[in-house]
């Protein structure tokens, strides 16, 4: 009886791991769903696979058309959208462009003469 009630622990335990790890690599599934989506719509946005293959020069004679059309069932891959980011990561460069400040402002208590900043402020 013991062993038995050893071998369903055992069984127990291998089932609570396999769900862990599964529900751990499915949220990643997820979010490359997601990922895959919106690469989808950006093809779309730039006129389909025909349009961005020819934006990218790929033949479309020997596959870039089909290649492209690939992309939007598997996702752009990286290095094609770090190669091309006027086309692939437009909507990342206006963010950052966004967030960034060209407002500089002095510190509290004002600057000091001889400081770096009191050096670039005269410049401007």
């Not at 719509?41 to 696979?49: R, Y």
Request: hydrophobic share 45%; with cysteine; net charge positive.
């Amino acid at each position: 009886m013991a062993r038995i009630v050893a071998q369903v622990n055992v069984l127990l335990l291998h089932v609570v791991f396999a769900f862990c790890l599964n529900m751990v690599f499915n949220e990643r599934t997820m979010s490359k769903h997601s990922d895959i989506a919106a690469d989808r719509q950006l093809i779309d946005e730039l006129g389909g696979p025909a349009k961005v293959a020819e934006l990218l020069g790929y033949d479309k004679t020997a596959g870039g058309v089909q290649r492209v059309q690939n992309w939007k069932k598997r996702g752009i891959p990286a290095d094609v959208k770090i190669a091309h980011p006027e086309l692939f990561l437009t909507k990342l460069m206006e963010t950052k462009r966004m967030a960034a400040s060209d407002d500089v402002q002095p510190p509290v208590g004002g600057l000091k003469k001889h400081s770096k900043l009191a050096r670039a402020s005269a410049v401007q």
